[in-house]
């Protein structure tokens, strides 16, 4: 799990790097605000409402992602303490073990299957990698439990990408709000020079507007 948080964060960083948001003058003070703390540029431009609500999001996601992550793990330990006591399973092993773990009642039906199959790099040693079933149920039982951990480890790659793509909706957002605000801004200030005629003759009439 950590490899695709790696390469996000990274898609990330150089996504922020190559844009024309960031590259430009316009825009860019709150862009960057905004990709680092979504909100913080809207609220700078006088948008606390927006500020409140992409803050929110984010604030959502993170707790999305870091329940998942500790219902994933406590699934985890509570799956591998089972198949302890239940089917004799000693030692520190990966999730493909488990996977086998929780499909065969014991190793020597699954190494029996693997010979058949002349896959002999998949056999398991007897002694580090034993583990016998005392029931189907418990078997089918921890095997859902792993499922479940697994579900919930895997749906925090989908919170962390909500949290990326939140950052850069925020700062794009902010950057365009700053952009429309310079240029309104713009438009208020300026001269208008207006002729006018009154009964003994005409006048200019000069206004400032801003």
Not at 159 to 166: D, K, R, S
Request: glycine residues 8%.
């Amino acid at each position: 799990m950590r490899t695709p948080l790696r390469i996000g964060l990274l898609l990330l960083l150089s996504f922020a790097l190559s844009s024309n948001v960031l590259a430009s003058d316009k825009g860019q003070a709150a862009f960057l605000k905004s990709l680092i703390i979504p909100g913080w540029g809207q609220y700078e431009l006088g948008r606390p409402k927006h500020a409140l609500a992409f803050f929110s999001a984010d604030l959502l996601f993170v707790g999305a992602a870091l329940s998942l992550r500790n219902h994933g793990t406590q699934m985890r330990d509570e799956y591998e303490a089972f198949a302890a006591a239940h089917a004799g399973v000693r030692g520190s092993h990966g999730k493909e073990f488990y996977i086998d773990v929780g499909n065969w009642m014991n190793v020597f039906e699954y190494n029996e299957q693997r010979l058949a199959d002349r896959s002999f790099a998949s056999l398991y040693d007897t002694d580090s990698g034993s583990w016998m079933w005392d029931s189907d149920h418990n078997r089918a039982h921890m095997d859902q439990m792993r499922v479940t951990s697994d579900r919930s480890l895997n749906r925090v790659i989908y919170a962390v990408a909500l949290i990326g793509v939140n950052h850069l909706v925020s700062a794009f957002h902010a950057a365009r709000l700053d952009t429309q605000s310079k240029t309104e801004r713009a438009n208020r200030v300026g001269w208008q020079i207006e002729p006018q005629r009154i009964r003994d003759g005409g006048q200019l009439s000069v206004r400032l507007f801003w």
